[in-house]
């Protein structure tokens, strides 16, 4: 068991509990620098494309986290901001900007677009900003194909390939660095995250989240919070889209839809809300799940001679994770961690009931 | 004429819109969560009494099969609630809108594999048949989703506000912990109100069924749906059909009258619209609190 004895107000908000956790992290970011080794080793990129992948999602997961898990606003049209993104980026590198600039360019857009069209519905509870999120994201396709000069349309566009002062990176060319900077976008925004958490602006997140009326009473701007919340989560959500845009290399009209926002969301409910380790732990589920259906399947009809081909299954399976984690384990992934870490730290004293949340009767929001 | 006959069908589709939302809209009212798998419901329910009534499957007869699927999707409904939801009581309503999401996937999957992906219509008695009133040519069909979805929504208009069930399950909405104090069975309740939007989602599923082919996926209609019950005011039975009358209307006139691809946008763009001007709703449930 480790005390922390807290001497000054600043322990509560330290970026460590204590060095242990610091050492730990350290050994992390040295475990993912050094990934690559172990693919130049087995010389096949393959699966680092893919763990590449599942970095973008947990940007775009990050991004959402911090509008759902930490400011309590559902939004299910986070794949529209991936698509500003991405769609911004395309024509900025097109029109000659090199992309040092236009990839913080096309999220900074991305988030002030997202914010003006979310600005109305902020004031509304959230019933009803997941309403308009999704008839935002439903319209998504269709504005594309409209937006046909700058989109491609329904025949898509190809994404430039990215060139930082003279250095080509591309997904298939050159995978580890694409790799590396991916790392480097992810660990950049999980620094900002984290240390926006410790500020004032960052808690009055989580005072939204918790209480609307507590955070209004405390003298927080409710509506200004909310809607700097949802200009930072877009922003990253437009950073992602301009990452995955590169990662896809071509993108159309169909790649940002419905589908995809939904997934964001089941992603960060699965790895834990209100966590950042739950947008990274969503998105490697989320990464593995349709890889281990595959081999499931290939495996069933190559030993037992059972072929299973039954359309839908993948989406299924998801939702069918999806509901056991809602009803077992709201916490999420991180959130069972915790647990196990918890009960191995304070073995034998742990007891059921040391994560449950005191039960909340809901009340109308029609009346107010 | 052919203007009339156009506003006529989209009368009858907003009809179908207006009670999928009416599903949601009870939903809403009774136990404040919104039911992200109503549509799936709908479709759920129509592929019941398909499989009730088809040739190909059990091949009963149409008036005996469609009673009996309303009485299996009311107690979906129930099971549902009693299954699944309860457990789930005392939580946020993000985690309910995303629960039920994931169970309309699951539906959908279910629906596919007992019923199969290709689209299949229900087989009525009076498909084919035509009302002709002066140049119109109606499909009885049509003329019978319109007075039905009527009847429902005063039926539960009524319902709302006049019975003792319907007056409690109000108060449990407004205030959960105050409706426990009243000696009111929140849960037997709740359990009782998605047994009751499971049955209009029935219905409105089989209406939908006798009007064209179905598919799995229809379920996806659910999201107009949203759109018609945000429209008409959140919790508001009358809204509900009309936000769905409207929808249905707004359709067809677009698609014949406005450029290429503006019906698929115009139902969500009145919705934002109609969101940003007047966040309530045409029929605004909200009201400030007198202290």
């Known amino acids: 068991m480790r005390f922390v004895f807290k001497t000054s107000y600043d322990a509560d908000i330290r970026l460590f509990k204590h060095r242990?956790?610091?050492?730990?992290?350290?050994?992390?970011?040295?475990?993912?620098?050094?990934?690559?080794?172990?693919?130049?080793?087995?010389?096949?990129?393959?699966?680092?494309?893919?763990?590449?992948?599942?970095?973008?999602?947990?940007?775009?997961?990050?991004?959402?986290?911090?509008?759902?898990?930490?400011?309590?606003?559902?939004?299910?049209?986070?794949?529209?901001?991936?698509?500003?993104?991405?769609?911004?980026?395309?024509?900025?590198?097109?029109?000659?900007?090199?992309?040092?600039?236009?990839?913080?360019?096309?999220g900074l857009i991305a988030g002030l677009l997202g914010t003006i069209i979310a600005l109305p519905v902020?004031?509304?509870?959230?019933?009803?900003?997941?309403?308009?999120?999704?008839?935002?994201?439903?319209?998504?396709?269709?504005?594309?194909?409209?937006?046909?000069?700058?989109?491609?349309?329904?025949?898509?566009?190809?994404?430039?390939?990215?060139?930082?002062?003279?250095?080509?990176?591309?997904?298939?060319?050159?995978?580890?660095?694409?790799?590396y900077l991916v790392?480097?976008?992810?660990?950049?925004?999980?620094?900002?995250?984290?240390?926006?958490?410790?500020?004032?602006?960052?808690?009055?997140?989580?005072?939204?989240?918790?209480?609307?009326?507590?955070?209004?009473?405390?003298?927080?701007?409710?509506?200004?919070?909310?809607?700097?919340?949802?200009?930072?989560?877009?922003?990253?959500?437009?950073?992602?889209?301009?990452?995955?845009?590169?990662?896809?290399?071509?993108?159309?009209?169909?790649?940002?839809?419905?589908?995809?926002?939904?997934?964001?969301?089941?992603?960060i409910v699965i790895g834990g809300l209100g966590f950042i380790h739950g947008a990274f732990f969503g998105a490697i589920v989320v990464g593995i799940i349709p890889v281990a259906i595959a081999n499931g399947r290939s495996f069933l009809a190559s030993t037992f001679d059972i072929n299973i081909n039954i359309p839908g299954l993948e989406s299924a399976l998801f939702a069918l994770i999806l509901v056991g984690f809602i009803l077992f384990e709201p916490m999420g992934l991180y959130g069972r961690w915790l647990k196990i870490r918890t009960y191995f730290e304070l073995f034998p004293f742990y007891r059921k009931d040391m994560f449950k949340r005191q039960k909340s009767y809901l009340k109308t929001d029609r009346v107010q | 004429m052919d203007f009339l006959q156009l506003i006529l069908s989209g009368l009858a589709n907003g009809c179908v819109y207006g009670l999928i939302a009416l599903g949601f809209v009870l939903i809403y009212k009774a136990t404040e969560a919104v039911n992200f798998a109503q549509g799936d419901f709908m479709m759920l329910g129509a592929f019941v009494c398909i499989g009730f009534t088809n040739q190909d499957y059990m091949g009963l007869d149409f008036m005996l099969a469609v009673p009996l699927s309303i009485l299996v999707m009311g107690a979906f409904g129930y099971a549902f609630n009693w299954g699944i939801l309860r457990h789930m009581f005392g939580q946020s309503q993000t985690s309910i809108v995303i629960l039920t999401i994931a169970m309309g996937f699951i539906i959908r999957f279910i629906a596919g594999t007992i019923w199969s992906h290709e689209p299949t219509s229900l087989e009525t008695p009076f498909a084919g048949q035509e009302v002709r009133a002066g140049g119109l040519v109606l499909g009885v069909n049509e003329v019978m989703i319109v007075v039905v979805t009527a009847a429902l929504t005063l039926l539960f208009y009524l319902f709302f506000s006049k019975s003792r069930i319907g007056l409690a399950m109000q108060a449990a909405s407004q205030n959960q912990l105050a409706a426990y104090y009243m000696?009111?069975?929140?849960?037997?309740?709740?359990?009782?109100?998605?047994?009751?939007?499971?049955?209009?989602?029935?219905?409105?599923?089989?209406?939908?069924?006798?009007?064209?082919?179905?598919?799995?996926?229809?379920?996806?209609?659910?999201?107009?749906?949203?759109?018609?019950?945000?429209?008409?005011?959140?919790?508001?039975?009358?809204?509900?059909?009309?936000?769905?009358?409207?929808?249905g209307l707004v359709e067809p006139l677009a698609s014949r009258y406005g450029p290429a691809g503006i019906s698929q946008i115009a139902p969500y763009a009145i919705l934002l619209l109609i969101l940003i001007f007047r966040p309530g709703g045409i029929f605004s449930q909200t009201q400030r609190k007198k202290v």
């Open chain 1, 122 to 179: 902020l004031r509304l509870h959230g019933v009803y900003l997941a309403l308009a999120t999704l008839a935002m994201s439903i319209l998504t396709s269709d504005f594309v194909v409209m937006a046909e000069p700058w989109t491609g349309g329904i025949a898509g566009a190809a994404v430039p390939d990215i060139n930082i002062f003279g250095m080509e990176v591309n997904r298939y060319s050159t995978p580890y660095k694409f790799y």
């Open chain 2, 183 to 247: 000696g009111i069975p929140v849960k037997r309740i709740h359990s009782l109100v998605w047994g009751l939007s499971g049955m209009v989602a029935a219905v409105a599923g089989i209406l939908f069924a006798s009007k064209g082919a179905i598919d799995p996926s229809t379920g996806l209609l659910g999201i107009k749906a949203f759109a018609a019950a945000a429209i008409g005011g959140f919790g508001s039975l009358p809204g509900a059909l009309l936000g769905g009358i409207i929808i």
């Open chain 1, 183 to 267: 790392l480097f976008v992810a660990i950049l925004l999980v620094w900002f995250y984290r240390n926006l958490l410790r500020t004032p602006t960052g808690r009055s997140f989580t005072a939204i989240r918790d209480s609307e009326i507590s955070a209004r009473a405390m003298g927080i701007n409710l509506t200004r919070t909310k809607a700097t919340s949802f200009f930072l989560s877009a922003t990253a959500a437009g950073l992602a889209g301009a990452l995955f845009g590169h990662s896809a290399g071509y993108v159309t009209n169909e790649t940002f839809d419905l589908v995809m926002s939904i997934t964001l969301l089941l992603m």
């Open chain 1, 20 to 106: 242990a956790q610091a050492v730990w992290y350290f050994l992390l970011l040295l475990l993912v620098l050094a990934t690559p080794l172990y693919f130049v080793a087995i010389g096949d990129a393959y699966l680092l494309g893919e763990i590449t992948g599942v970095l973008i999602l947990a940007i775009a997961g990050m991004g959402l986290m911090l509008l759902t898990g930490h400011t309590g606003l559902p939004s299910l049209g986070h794949a529209t901001f991936m698509a500003l993104g991405c769609y911004l980026n395309i024509n900025l590198l097109g029109a000659g900007i090199p992309w040092i600039i236009a990839f913080p360019l096309s």
